[in-house]
């Protein structure tokens, strides 16, 4: 049996290191721009759920765009353009205070970061090696999983005890540190395009999604549906029950238990399959819900945390590899649509959730949610899992 082919080399490390430092600014922003909207801009609670809205729709409608000019024009140079506007769209936050000009930047900022994650999605495919693509994709989706726990501690820390040009000085930081690693990767001579392999840069309306992914994208949205309301509402219901301090180790149990994970699920991903992780991830993660429905203490309310971190933290990444496999000489399209219908899922699933709660109650949507999720099992099967043994025959093709 031949040795494993080397996973963390220092263009993994730099792709990691620079989608941790892009995917840390938007939760930081995320958390902390309605805030600053509110009490610095001095305007409604309309125009701080915008700042985060019109952010998501930039980067939902420059994806598509995005991946196709990665396949086109090619990974590096895309890169670079798209580091450099959410490096000067972090800076210009500092230059302004007025809610018009907020929303300008927020949109530039949206398009820099729906670009920015695109790309460094592709180039993690590329430079994982083919037999240890799902662990090495589970591994880089914990840049976004860190960045989801770091980014909302370290932003509402630094709103609290210093200021906000404190604040946007340290995204200004973490988008260089994103910008400085991201140019060092160095993508394999194979993937990079020849003048006469181009296409044109404007796609035909029909070469913007690839088409083979959209089942398990679809699929991926629909849970995410019901991950939104644990996203955007977790703290309220948490401060509600009188947890607040529990409340604040939700998603480090969340990190920690994927951070032991991890090293157990890609590997089993890519030696039995994806069914064998999927379908009990998204078990998992409804069973999450349902704790969390019913927690009532500290204990429970973490338990939750645990189990939601494992069943979500398994299955996203899963899924994304599972559209890579399906079109892996167009991995920047095929992460491109993979987003794009999922983030439409997570910004439809807030709003939809934040209604819904308002008449029935997080406990009540929390629980009715899981059966849900339990439902997308289902659908996965039916769209994809239904064909594992022509999956698992192309996956073993393309590995060898």
């Known amino acids: ?84 506007i959410f490096g000067i769209s972090s800076l210009l936050y500092v230059t302004t205070d007025s809610l018009v000009m907020i929303l300008l930047i927020r949109f530039l900022h949206g398009i820099g970061f729906g670009m920015a994650s695109t790309v460094l999605g592709a180039l993690a495919a590329d430079v994982v090696p083919r037999q240890r693509k799902g662990e090495g994709m589970g591994y880089f989706a914990m840049s976004m999983n860190f960045a989801m726990v770091v980014g909302p501690f370290l932003g509402l820390t630094l709103i609290q005890s210093f ?13 260089v540190i994103a910008f400085l690693t991201g140019v060092t990767i160095k993508a394999p001579k194979a993937q990079r ?87 009990p991830s998204i078990i998992t993660f409804g069973v999450g819900l349902i704790v969390l429905s019913l927690a009532d203490n500290s204990v429970m309310l973490l338990i939750a945390g645990g189990l939601i971190g494992l069943g979500w933290g398994t299955m996203v990444p899963s899924m994304q590899t599972i559209a890579l496999q399906k079109v892996p000489e167009r991995a920047g399209s095929a992460t491109a649509t993979f987003f794009t219908i999922f983030d439409t899922g997570v910004g439809f699933g807030s709003y939809v959730v934040g209604a819904a709660a308002s008449g029935i109650g997080l406990s009540s949507l929390y629980f009715q949610s899981s059966f849900f999720v339990f439902a997308a099992v289902f659908l996965y099967i039916w769209l994809h899992g239904r064909k594992m043994k022509s999956s698992v025959q192309s996956k073993m093709e393309y590995s060898s």
């Open 163 to 175: 200021s906000y040009p404190v604040m946007f000085i340290s995204c200004i930081t973490a988008a």
């Open 193 to 279: 395009l020849s003048q006469g392999e181009r296409e044109s840069v404007i796609p035909k309306l029909d070469g913007l999604f690839e088409k083979s992914v959209i089942p398990i994208a679809i699929t991926g949205a629909i849970v995410a549906l019901a991950y939104a309301g644990v996203l955007s509402f977790v703290s309220v219901y948490a401060k509600g029950l009188g947890l607040e301090e529990a409340s604040s180790y939700f998603f480090v149990v969340y990190a920690v238990v994927l951070l032991i994970s991890r090293p157990f699920t890609g590997r089993w991903f890519d030696r039995y399959g994806e069914n064998v992780i999927v379908i």
């Open 1 to 84: 049996m031949t040795s494993r082919a080397k996973l963390w080399t220092w263009s993994f490390i730099n792709v990691w290191i620079s989608n941790f430092f892009v995917f840390l600014v938007f939760y930081l922003l995320f958390v902390t721009m309605p805030v600053y909207v509110m009490e610095d801009i001095q305007a409604g609670e309309g125009a701080a759920g915008l700042v985060i809205t019109i952010f998501l729709l930039a980067a939902i409608l420059i994806r598509p765009l995005t991946g196709h000019w990665v396949e086109t024009i090619g990974r590096m140079p895309i890169l670079i353009i798209a580091l450099s």
